[in-house]
């Protein structure tokens, strides 16, 4: 069915594709326009705008989005840069590059909740201080939470380094990276230095869009900015959220208002961005026409010090998760824990026992949410790369639209939704989430196969062709069969983004359909120490799970068929 | 699923019914019909692990007596519940709502009542309400002094108390001004949630309450039971002082404040500050059971008296499964629910029914229960302080989030 569907799409009617991804895109659309509705349909948007930048801090709340993004998404890049640039492929950095893959999987949220865990006043670190300067009582400095955003920042670096490692490496393999270090380095070069300048510029083309991605996500986060931002005032997502919640007059206005205004800073930090990167061109240009350095000597400093850094800082981001969960997990058993014990004094199970009670639920929404979700998304995003195939196309004119949910702030347009949903008299159940989900999970589903569909040697199939195969005997016993590998790791991943969703699964729930995700948040502010631990670590466990299978699957799939584990090309 | 001729049958009759009328027991007994096989949504602050366990036995319950499924959706705050009808119904949803079943109180409650939000009246015809001797304790009938017009039904009672770890200090501040004072002395030993987070908000309206009548002498409360007006900014004066007074001393120098009472709580335990309050008398006895609290925790009330009031639950005017939203809250309000959630330490709800509404079984454990560790006396409990109007909680957040919500600090 599919592939006689994609024929009638992509031979008949050209724009039937394009109708497909319009007709994706619209609740998108519209939900943004619905957004700032309240906003404009007030009797006068003047005054809604002038209440906007009378609300206290406003500035300072849009400020801090806007250095959050920019401060996220630049530290994240050199990391990973560095990293590249130091490890080059070697033991080392394979290895790193394994433990990075279960840590994206950690939500955004949990992540956060083990980072300030550690960093709190009277977190781990302060008490492991403790026990050395001999404290009784927590220091009173504010870390986590500072108006400053710092804290916020690692919260975001922490995730979306691992992230971005994750898209090098898949677009590495094209490079053909050896070669143009072997070529710098017989200029000259240093290897890190040989790397970042021949193999960076390639890379950094391929990993634009998700940079992007990163900017708009640390511009406009909610769970993350919940837990570790400042109070006074939050960031403008926190505040949208507020006012969008609140019941009282003219709140939702001001919620309207205010989601423009963050679409605006969504925006200026993309603009930014890429002026940044015609400056870091024309330096880039520069360093490169200076040629290799003279003195040996100096250069030789500059290698360690990138070695150094690039070594040591991914590593560092990934160990402050896995301590994070471990702290998570200390705290989901622990009994008495008093500051300045640095370990438990006694250990329960209670609240495993608790929340064990509270679980099928929230489980049964989530994986159905989930595995709905990405089923539908595996579908369309199967008929649009195998219309284009047969097309014989790859442009795809309107293809950008399936990426919008990344570049727009899901604060902005999901409050439309949720309005535009109520106006059909759509209620909210598991089937409105799950499309919801769609959304956010389709991105990523086509990102990850569009390359690895584009990549497979079109001989397979001809010589398929030859021996009398019919157009879709060779969509299912040649092509999906070949593409096994990829496909399994995109499913995997778009579950594990859709079990790490938030907002969208609450707001287009209403908070009738719990999940894990959900659960978690909402004890995030008034649920003891241990609770949160428990449902953090729960909230982790499935998409983690996700993640093992999709290493293992590979392995399991193609047991007796060892070549198919390795991905023919 | 009840058909829509029989369900406006049903309203008709109920509605019929003048305010304050004895029970209908034929009626009810239909209405118990009505509700069979329906499944109601209670949307209900979901940040107590011991209440959501308490709501999953009343679940139970309600499932094996009335055939009722009872799905407890835990909010985060009352608000977003408040703000999804209010949108649901603007949008024309007057049939299909997503709750059945609310949680409210004091300016929630004005603010749906006065949209006409609210179904009924229905509360006073509840069977169980007689247990509540209404007119003996008349704040059953009001919201923080908004008549509830038998649109709410009670279900649990609150007071603000204070409560300090014993281990380091020996004598707590017992009057707003005394706690300056302490502040003073004891730099970053305390705190308090960020308006118009509720528990912020009670502490703002008791530093408000006890501040004016210092100033302005008791018959300030008059004016406090009626809609805020010009006077504001002439009584609230003295709060604003206090508080710009109190903030360079507060953990974090006040330039972050805490969301919720847990994280109250996470603080005194782990000795970050040395004193804490909650809106529940016997948050000390069940925190101490959970773990959350030390036990050299004690409770006490401030010499002025504190805050208290009583919970409500009302149904949404779109709500669909109506009778059953009214079997759920009639059987929160049975001696053996009210007794259930009391007894238990980790919950230690406090009761609007009257003690000699439970059996002698029932008094013996709760008599039990009111010694357990960090229990605060029932003289003590005594002083209370009436809410004010909502309209004065409105106003207070407003002016808390304009003064210093900005950072400008």
Redesign the interface.
Known sequence: MIPRLARALSFRNLSLRDLLLLALTAPLLAGSVLAFLPALSAESSRQVFSDLLDA??IV?SALLSLSAALATAAASLSIVLLFLAATQGNRVGRVVAKLTAPILAVPHAAAALGLALLLA??GFLSRGIALIAGW???P?Y?FV???NGAALILGLIVKEAPFLLLVCLAALPNLDAPRRVALARSLGYAPAKAWLLTVTPALYRQIRLPLFAVLVFASSTVDVALVLG????PTLSVRILDW?????LG??ELAAAAAMLQLAVSLISLAIWIGVETLARTLYLYAIRRGAPQRIHHSHYTNLTLNGLGRMLLPTALLVTGGGLLGLGVASIA??W??PLVLPADW?A?HWI?AQ??LFVPARNALTIALGAVVAGMVITLLLLESQNRQKRHDGRLIWLLYLPLLIPQVVFLSGM??MA??L?L??SVFLVACGHLLFVLPYLYLTLSGAYANLDPRWEALAATLGASRSRRFWRVRLPLLSVPLITAAMLGLVISLSLYLPTQLLG???V?TLTT?A???V???????VGTWALLQTALPTLCFMLALLAPNLFWKRRKGMTRGIQ | MLSHTRFAVLLIGLCGLSSGAEPNADEWTRLTQQARGQTVYFQAWGGDVALNAHLQWVALQVKTRFAIDLNHIKLADTSTAVSRLIAEVDAGNREAGSADLLWINGENFALLKQRQLLFGPWAEQQPNFALVEADRFPEMRRDFGVPTNGLESPWTRSQLIFYYDSERIASPPRSMPALLNWAREHPAEFTYPRPPAFLGTTFLKQAFIELAILEFGPETLTALAAPVDEQFAALTEPLWAFLDALHPHLLRGGRHFPQTGAQLNAALYDRETSLAFAFNPNEVVSAIARGDLAPATKSYVMTAGTLSNVSFVAIPVNAPNKAGAMIVANYLLSPEAQFRAAVNPRLASQPVLPFERFDAEQRAALDAAARAPGSLPAAELARTLAEPHPSWTTALEREWVRRYSGGGR
């Open positions: 206290p801090g300072s006043p009277s009784d009582t927590p009173d504010l939470n500072h108006p400042p109070s006074l005032p969008f919640t609140a019941p009282t709140a939702r009994g008495d008093r500051y329960t209670g608790a009670q509270n949720v309005f109520e106006w008299g209620s909210p209403a908070g009738r719990p659960e948040i909402a004890l502010s008034a649920g003891s120490r241990g609770a």
